[in-house]
């Protein structure tokens, strides 16, 4: 076995892991509080211009549902560890708050979106949709998709 290829291994493992953490850190750790403003129609209709031309002029490439299986599978099973010791770490342990959240597929939502939310027994979870998995490109833009929505669980967002 090449010793330099099994320390780049390490690395990325390690960076991928530093990465989740850091990411995760970071948006629990968001406090701050905004006043929006309200949504005229004149501004929903400006956000909806907006959004249609970023879809026209998109240069993101569909994955292939094979490879957003196995994205998905394999980054899950690396950042929810981190994420639900972080999640103890951050909670006041008398809460007892729910921090192994379920990570599902929204095969609903025809738009690409993840987000952390509650079912109809009032439990978390993290959801992402079909059309984010597959314009997802990366397992560090995975990582950093699922570290943010852990973010909004910890902070306790909703």
Do not use: W
Request: hydrophobic letters at 40%; charged letters at 25%; glycine letters at 4%.
């Amino acid at each position: 076995m090449n010793t330099r290829l099994g320390d780049a291994e390490t690395m990325k493992k390690l960076l991928l892991r530093f990465g989740a953490i850091a990411c995760t850190s970071g948006l629990a750790a968001c406090g701050t509080v905004y006043d929006l403003p309200d949504v005229t129609d004149a501004s929903s209709a400006e956000a909806k211009a907006m959004f249609a031309e970023e879809r026209r002029v998109s240069t993101r490439r569909a994955t292939s549902s094979n490879v957003a299986a196995a994205r998905f599978k394999r980054v899950v099973s690396r950042v929810k560890p981190v994420a639900i010791s972080l999640c103890r770490t951050h909670s006041d342990a008398e809460a007892e708050k729910a921090c192994d959240l379920p990570v599902l597929v929204d095969t609903d939502m025809p738009v690409a979106n993840a987000y952390q939310t509650r079912d109809a027994q009032d439990r978390p979870f993290v959801a992402f949709t079909i059309p984010m998995l597959m314009q997802i490109e990366s397992d560090d833009e995975m990582a950093f998709i699922l570290g943010h929505e852990y973010g909004h669980h910890i902070a306790d967002h909703i």
